[in-house]
């Protein structure tokens, strides 16, 4: 090998070291500004929504690059930018969506006034600018809000003191606060294989026990008051916003071939319900009727749908049970709990050859296919910080599974 040979791969190799150590410092420095990235909100704001943008692209671009061995995934993306292209609307938000973007919950007399806000961007056609103003080089747009009070909810949001509030390095994160403080902050991480919530512990919950020897998918929460209502149920909008917590067990369904009548689906679950003002069993038969479309009747005890029997009672002046099994509950010190076998939410029993064709609604499919790819979820306590976890399998990669399934949902309703 000559000297001219040796040289230049001396200096190809200190070339790429240099590199390295430019793209380690580079990084380095965006670790440090994230580290301390804040954000500004109105004082009264009790709820932020926090999506990393950049860095949950960052990371889906590399896999789906370099790790990606799926056809599913490319058959998915393409007809999302189909739909995207066959868009012929051109007023858009200008907002950035190649940056963070944010969610604020607001109190505003009686209700919630919800705002999406990102760095401002110019666009030729605004989309309804009357609900969007800009600060701090943010643009800010109302999402709920009814035609006739748009002024007034505009001027009392911009003229309430705004604060600014830490932000952590989860790409999606969500915050409670009252009175400026943050009660509790849930950070989400997308791993490679695993996808992981963060919090901390918030006083004791009621947990419902799983009935023994069945497959179950568990979770119990605290709710937020002033999440959406859908328009078909704003005549419940009083009991909804109400609901404070709940607790349920979920076994899966059955399908019921009944001879003497049209045949149903019956949910297998048990629910315990939680609400921030005296509610009756009663008050939730309107609603119950509503959401299930079947022949629902009562006695002292029991619920009926159909042919099915369900407990349903009031265990106090608020709180409600309604389940296939007689209830059994334990408090837990933790706000938020998530245990047991996702796949039980897409079972259906006795189904035969129905369930093929269910299995060509991609929605049905793509949640299916997402449930039977995690192997674990499993709980973790440091001191008062909590950690739920999801493991999945081998082979899967939980990034790209869980863009699938938002990207199938997206396609089929036009979020």
Same mark, same amino acid.
């Given at each position: ?313 009031? !265990? ?76 999945? !399998? ?22």
């Amino acid at each position: 090998m000559n000297w001219l040979k040796l040289t230049q791969r001396i200096l190809a190799v200190i070339a790429i070291f240099l590199i390295w150590i430019g793209v380690y410092l580079f990084t380095s420095k965006i670790a440090t500004e994230s580290s301390v990235r804040t954000i500004r909100a109105p004082n009264n704001t009790v709820g932020i929504i926090h999506i990393n943008t950049h860095e949950i692209t960052k990371s889906l671009l590399f896999e789906f690059a370099f790790n990606n061995k799926d056809p599913r995934i490319l058959k998915v993306i393409s007809e999302y930018w189909q739909n995207l292209a066959q868009d012929s609307s051109k007023k858009q938000l200008p907002l950035d969506f190649n940056g963070d973007i944010s969610l604020f919950k607001i109190p505003y007399q009686n209700d919630f006034i919800w705002l999406v806000s990102g760095n401002y961007l110019p666009v030729q056609h605004p989309y309804k600018p009357h609900l969007g103003f800009i600060k701090d080089q943010k643009y800010f747009w109302i999402l709920n809000v009814s035609e006739s009070n748009y002024e007034v909810i505009l001027k009392s949001i911009r003229q309430t003191p705004w604060c600014s509030k830490p932000l952590s390095n989860h790409p999606i994160q969500y915050q409670l606060m009252l009175k400026e403080h943050i009660t509790n902050s849930y950070g989400l991480n997308l791993l490679k294989n695993q996808l992981s919530i963060h919090y901390r512990t918030t006083g004791k919950v009621v947990a419902l026990n799983a009935a023994k020897g069945k497959k179950c998918f568990h979770i119990t929460t605290f709710l937020n008051r002033g999440s959406f209502v859908p328009k078909k149920y704003q005549r419940f909008k009083k009991l909804i916003e109400s609901l404070s917590g709940f607790s349920m067990n979920y076994y899966g369904a059955k399908f019921i071939d009944d001879d003497s009548g049209p045949s149903y689906v019956e949910p297998q679950f048990d629910l315990l319900l939680s609400f921030a003002k005296k509610t009756k069993r009663d008050d939730m038969l309107p609603l119950i009727r509503e959401l299930l479309w079947e022949n629902v009747r009562l006695d002292d005890e029991f619920l009926y749908l159909n042919h099915s029997r369900f407990y349903f009672f009031s !265990k106090n002046d608020s709180t409600i049970y309604l389940g296939k099994h007689k209830m059994s509950a334990t408090p837990m010190n933790t706000p938020f709990v998530l245990s047991g076998n996702p796949e039980v939410l897409t079972s259906i029993s006795n189904l035969g050859w129905k369930e093929g064709v269910l299995e060509l609604i991609p929605e049905f499919k793509a949640l299916k296919d997402f449930t039977q790819s995690i192997k674990l979820i499993s709980t973790n306590s440091e001191g008062t910080s909590q950690n739920v976890t999801i493991d999945f !399998k081998d082979g899967v990669n939980a990034q790209l599974e869980s863009l699938l399934l938002i990207l199938t949902l997206t396609n089929a309703y036009q979020f």
